[in-house]
């Protein structure tokens, strides 16, 4: 027994070679779909990474912005669209029809140096910014509708003035004497055109 262990020991073993072991097509073969294979999580993964859904946020437009948006559409006045429309809906209707009667919508306006005073109600309210002729200017579209429609609210809901006929007091104030029968039916009729189309 320890004579045969001695011999097996003795004997070299020498290793085939791989080719003859191993079909060398098939060894390539093998290497090269590992690798795509590796190539495609790879790729994948970074991908997952470089993809960041964007959130989308939708705009929810109420009947009155859109209808506001409809009717100031191309006219100075079309910038002011998104805070008219988060007003009361008579104020929003009064600060349309309104500038629509004063400016056309911010057309024929008043300016300070050259420059837009957004004031298409021809408001004549107390500020650090006034033209020689008394209007005041703002300065944004934002400030101009909120301070301008805080006025409006005010007569809206604590002179209660409610129509267009009610509203002249912001042609003539509260006495009409100075201004002609003609004019004043004539303010009423145009600034009701257009606080109707928003105050349906």
């Known amino acids: ?6 011999k097996l020991l003795k004997k070299k073993f020498v290793l085939p070679p791989p080719e003859k072991v191993f079909n060398k097509k098939a060894v390539l073969l093998f290497m090269v779909i590992l690798a795509l294979f590796y190539d495609i999580l790879i790729l994948d993964y970074t991908r997952s990474l470089s993809i960041v859904k964007p959130e989308i946020k939708t705009k929810i437009t109420t009947p009155l912005e859109k209808n506001i948006n409809v009717l100031l559409a191309g006219y100075p006045m079309e910038k002011m669209a998104p805070y ?51 209007y005041t200017c703002f300065s944004s579209p934002r400030e101009a509708v909120n301070v301008v429609g805080k006025r409006i609210s005010a007569l809206i809901n604590d002179s209660e003035l409610s129509t267009p006929e009610e509203m002249i007091v912001w042609k003539c104030g509260w006495n009409c004497t100075g201004h002609s029968d003609e004019s004043v039916s004539k303010w009423i009729a145009d600034v009701g055109i257009y606080y109707n189309k928003v105050y349906q």
């Open 1 to 6: 027994m320890k004579k045969k262990l001695k």
């Open 84 to 134: 008219i429309s988060t007003k009361e809906k008579r104020t929003a209707a009064f600060l349309i029809g309104i500038a629509k009667k004063e400016s056309n919508w911010g057309k024929y306006s008043p300016k300070l140096n050259g420059k837009d005073c957004f004031n298409y109600w021809g408001y004549r309210g107390q500020s650090e910014n006034m033209t020689p002729s008394g």
